[in-house]
């Protein structure tokens, strides 16, 4: 099925029969799903775009690399930094920003403007029973009722089929530098922290091949004060790159494209971050540090029970390996929350047909 | 506005209710003396009173939650309050209520550099956040006009915003985890300081709920190190359009002030009579904020002053020292008081798209002198978050429903122009029964069925955030 309105959409989840499976292009999915395919690729098209107001509205089959495009054309870019994980999870197909939306797709900038959710004004989505449904809308600030698009945001589609989005963009800054450090891993996650805890308002913090990577953005002069002042407050060597191609390979996670092994996205407090690897001293494992050590990716063996090592936070399996298929994807969640989110489930997709099987 | 009859069982049931609740807290923590209660009988949106039934104080979670579960029990109402400075009548009680207040929950649970958070019970107010770090040179961002008095509990419930969170965001984006108490009396930990707990995002929709979900008595808040230097610079136009054109260039232009607000004409003159900050008689007036080191302070200001060239403004100030920069904000602050010295007003916070800016204004003008009440304009121009403020006459007979129904027809005209009812206020019983303008049933049913699940019986602050006749089924349970 391939509705190309909103109207057909709500037709087609509401007749359904059995459970569906939600597919903007397929690129980001975690987990295996059932159901009937629910392509929604049709519904394509960028319905608003306003650089002065800093706003695109589009339908949520539009492709990433459109609405890139059409932002890049203004100097202008989605904030939160996408990832694209095609080649990660061995994926081919068209990235789209409904799917960018479920997924609450962010990339190394999270730690300076906050996730895809943040930049997320409004969303339209049909729920299971094919109601069509508004929350938010397009301006900057809206406080009106509750806030069902941070809801939506991350649900990968468990709540409802996102038909349209509606973005807060950025300027692209004139600049932007990376200090980059050989560093041992301790010493490196502790860099990443002090420039966070600096006022030198830092867009990217990074450990990947024993090289502490800082970003900073800006305009020209800004951008050159701070990498300066930067290496002064951290001491050491650091080379000073400029331009952001390095970043793609933080945000895609591309030091594991080819390699063989499950990964892990692990999301701790960064000062944990060290802990959670040296409790893997003796098992085969390489890993990548983003937002200051906040976020790491573990490529291990099937067997290591990651979650088992993570000592506050949450582990989520990106990328599974034949015979994993009774560990949970999502991580596990206490009781009461639980509880709330299957009272949601039931409430928004009562039969339950909306990517069955996806988050627990 | 209609509040609800108050439930009769539970009026009668007055003495039993105290009595419980006395088994369940302190002595010192329940308030049943109406003399006593007065203080509660409303917030900042002072035309509406109403006397509760008791008010409690907690100072802990767990007594919180056996607050919860008693009142639960009972079948009593309860409505959560921070600091009462909601401009919504989000903490108005109703006289079959309980007020829960949290201003005693106020002490600093964790404070963690390294990982840039900060635990706080809720009760604690917004700027004592920014007061526990300060000194290690760090700071909480959200920064609303209130924030030596609302505590961070309010802030949650209403996601409130301030003059920097063009640059910083709103709450939503600088919370990171609460303790959530529902009404059950159950206590859910929702999320925590990693950026990423795996699941629904349910702290996302906790953040602005109002009170209608839990009652948030914990929160893990995000801290950023303070900037090394800030500097506003004043510009007076002599068309409101025009100022409003140098903002989105301003915008376009890729710089990130942390604060663009705006005054109009009406605000300008009123505000100079009160507080003498020597602002400009123009049309309209833009303060620009912009953070950094001195150097790049300069070099931010150099491109804005030369993209606001390009509109030819007729006074362009900006601050060299600190006593200029306090003067230039001078007025901006003292804005809300000076109207509130020539009269009584009402705030409404209607945002809309930048682009509507100039268009929306001149309508304001045209109604304004319609209706033959007074209005002034004071907002974060930004993104767009209108704050008019129309002056009326509480002691003249049908004055406030005068000014109401302008005030509705504003908000009507911020929707029209595609943008919504408040931005930063909240709805609480004040735009309540606008809330069809902005959305369909179906969009209304689905905010309610989240309520449902959080609390099923919907005794907690039932009477706000949705039209009555929306609510009356289930409020009935
Ligand atoms: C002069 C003035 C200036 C203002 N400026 C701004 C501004 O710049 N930006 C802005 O956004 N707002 C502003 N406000 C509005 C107001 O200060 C905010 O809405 C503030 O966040 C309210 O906080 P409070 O603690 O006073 O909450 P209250 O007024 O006590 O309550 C507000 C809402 O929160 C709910 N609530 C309270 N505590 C809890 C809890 N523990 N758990 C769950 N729900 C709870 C209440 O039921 C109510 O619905 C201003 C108000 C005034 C009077």
Redesign the interface.
């Known amino acids: 099925m391939r509705p190309e309105t909103e109207a057909e959409l709500s037709e087609m989840v509401r007749g359904a029969e059995g459970s569906l499976l939600l597919r903007g292009g397929g690129t980001r999915r975690l987990g295996s799903g059932v159901g009937g395919l629910l392509d929604l690729s049709g519904l394509s098209g960028i319905s608003l775009y ?6 695109l509205v589009a339908g949520a089959g539009t492709p990433l690399t459109e609405v890139e495009a059409l932002l890049a054309g ?2 202008q870019r989605l904030a939160f930094e996408v990832p694209d994980l095609r080649g990660l999870l061995g994926r081919e197909g068209v990235s789209t920003l409904g799917g960018v939306a479920a997924a ?1 797709a962010s990339g190394p900038r ?1 730690v300076q403007v ?2 895809c ?2 930049h997320l004004l409004g969303l339209r989505f049909v ?1 299971g029973m094919g ?5 938010g ?15 939506l ?3 990968h589609g ?2 409802g089929v996102i038909s349209e989005v509606a973005l807060k963009v950025q ?4 600049a932007a530098a990376t200090l980059v450090g050989s560093r041992g891993l301790a010493d490196g996650l502790a860099a990443l ?1 002090a420039a ?4 030198y ?1 830092v867009s990217g913090a990074a450990y990947v091949d024993g090289a502490a990577l800082i970003r900073v953005e ?2 020209a ?2 951008v050159a ?2 990498a300066q ?1 930067l290496q002064a407050r951290l001491g050491g060597a650091w080379d000073v790159v400029e331009g952001a191609d390095l970043w793609r390979g933080v945000r895609d996670v591309s030091a594991f494209a080819g390699a063989d092994g499950a990964v892990w ?1 692990v ?5 944990d971050a060290l802990a959670v690897v040296t409790g893997l001293a003796g098992v085969a494992h390489r890993a990548v540090f983003d ?1 200051g050590g ?2 790491i990716w573990l490529l291990v063996a099937a067997e290591v029970d990651v979650r088992a090592r993570v000592p ?3 582990a ?1 399996l990106v990328r599974a390996l034949p015979g994993m298929e009774a560990v949970p994807v ?2 596990p ?2 009781a ?2 639980a509880a ?2 299957r ?2 489930r039931a ?2 997709d009562p039969r339950g047909i909306l990517n069955a099987g996806m ?2 | 506005m209609d509040m609800p009859k108050p439930d009769a069982r539970v009026l009668d049931a007055r003495e039993a209710v105290v009595a419980r609740l006395r088994t369940v807290l302190p002595g010192d923590a329940v308030i049943s003396d109406p003399a006593e209660t007065r203080a509660y009988d409303c917030d900042a949106l002072t035309a509406y009173r109403c006397a509760p039934l008791a008010v409690v104080l907690p100072r802990t979670t767990a007594e919180v939650s056996a607050v919860l579960a008693a009142c639960s029990a009972l079948g009593v109402k309860v409505v959560p309050r921070g600091s009462g400075t909601s401009l919504a009548g989000g903490a108005l009680p109703t006289a079959d209520c309980v007020v829960l207040g949290v201003a005693r929950m106020n002490a600093v649970i964790e404070t ?5 958070f900060i635990k706080v019970q809720s009760g604690r107010t917004n700027l004592s956040v920014t007061g526990a770090v300060e000194a290690e ?1 760090w700071f909480y961002a959200p920064d609303p006009s209130s924030q030596l008095a609302c505590a961070i509990a309010g802030n949650i419930a ?2 409130s ?1 301030g003059a920097h ?1 063009l640059k910083y ?2 709450t ?2 600088n919370l990171l985890g609460v303790t959530l108490v529902l009404m059950s009396g ?5 999320g ?14 906790i ?3 109002e009170g ?1 979900l839990g009652v948030v008595t914990e929160a893990t808040l995000r801290i950023l ?4 230097g800030a500097r506003p610079v004043l510009m007076g136009f002599d068309a409101n359009a025009v100022a409003g054109a140098c903002v ?2 301003i ?6 002030p942390v604060a663009i607000e705006f005054m109009d004409r009406p605000c300008i003159r009123a505000t100079e009579e009160f507080a003498h900050a020597g602002y400009p008689d123009c049309e309209a007036l833009l303060i620009i904020e912009v953070e ?2 001195p ?2 302070i300069d ?2 200001l150099a ?1 804005i002053k030369a993209i606001a060239a390009r509109h030819q403004p007729v006074a362009y100030r900006e601050s060299g020292s600190e006593e200029e920069s306090r003067k230039i904000w001078l007025g901006r602050k003292s804005a809300f008081g000076a109207m509130g010295n020539i009269n009584d007003y009402m705030c409404l916070d209607g ?5 509507e800016l100039p268009f929306v204004l001149r309508r304001i003008g045209e109604m304004s002198a319609e209706v033959g009440l007074d209005v002034a304009n004071v907002f ?1 121009a ?4 209108m704050h008019p403020l129309i002056l009326y006459d509480a002691n003249k007979p049908g004055d406030l429903e005068r000014c109401e129904a302008f005030g509705a027809a504003i908000l009507r005209l911020c929707v029209e122009v ?10 609480g019983i004040e ?1 309540r029964d606008l ?1 069809q303008v ?3 049933d ?6 309610l ?6 609390d099923p019986g919907w005794l907690l602050n039932p009477a706000k ?2 039209p009555l006749a929306v609510t009356a089924a289930r409020r009935a349970g």
């Not at chain 1, 999301?267 to 000062?271: A, D």
Request: proline residues 5%; negative net charge.
């Open positions: 306003e650089p002065g107001a800093l706003t203004a100097r609450n999270r906050g996730a959710r943040d729920n109601v069509a449904i508004k929350s809308g397009r301006v900057m600030k809206n406080v009106t009722g509750l806030d069902l698009v941070k809801l945001a991350g649900s468990v709540l300027a692209v800054p004139e922290r966070l805890g600096s006022p308002d800006g305009m002069g800004s004060y701070r002042a996205r999301s701790v407090k960064p000062s937002w906040g976020l506050g936070g949450h989520t999502f991580p969640e206490t009461a929350v709330l989110t009272g949601l409430q928004f988050m627990g | 963690d550099y390294a990982n840039r040179g209403m996601n915003g969170c965001g709103v939503t984006n159950e206590v859910v930990e929702i925590g300081p990693w950026l990423e707990a795996g699941g629904i995002d349910l702290l996302g929709v953040c602005g709920s209608q190190p303070r900037p090394e989105a260039d915008i376009k232009a890729g710089i990130l950094g080191s150097a790049e070099e931010q491109r945002t809309i798209p930048v682009s974060h930004g993104d767009g978050n595609g943008g919504c009812l408040t931005g930063e206020h909240g709805v735009k809330m902005q959305f369909s179906a969009d209304l049913e689905a905010q069925t989240v309520k449902d699940v959080f955030v949705f």
